[in-house]
Nanobody, 119 residues
């Protein structure tokens, strides 16, 4: 059974930083590209960043230069370091296995972690 458990969110002022974690189980973690997604109120869920099994990364334009995705294969955990946060980064953040198209592999999402950035 696949489990994705996100943590690390919180309330932060604009310009601040947060580090999100996602612990995965029930998957061959080292084989998969992992992604962070987010869903803001009233908006569709969007892909924010991905990291391949080999460590190659990609980011949506709005977070380039501010967010860094990384992974620890031994701990089956993927991270998202978020710096210079903006109010528009406010959303619930989720992780998932990211398919080549960027679409999430699993329809059953974790509980997510809330990130709120105040202006």
């Amino acid at each position: 059974q696949v489990q994705l458990v996100e943590s690390g969110g919180g309330l932060v002022q604009a310009g601040g930083s947060l580090r999100l974690s996602c612990a995965a189980s029930g998957i061959m973690f080292t084989m998969h590209r992992m992604g962070w997604y987010r869903q803001a109120p009233g908006k569709q869920r969007e892909l924010v960043a991905t990291i391949s099994s080999g460590g190659s990364t990609n980011y949506v334009d709005s977070v380039k230069g501010r967010f860094t995705i990384s992974r620890d294969n031994a701990k089956k955990t993927v991270f998202l370091q978020m710096n210079s946060l903006k109010p528009e980064d406010t959303a619930v953040y989720y992780c998932n296995v990211a398919l080549g198209s960027g679409m999430p592999a699993f329809h059953d999402w974790g509980q997510g972690t809330q990130v709120t950035v105040s202006s």
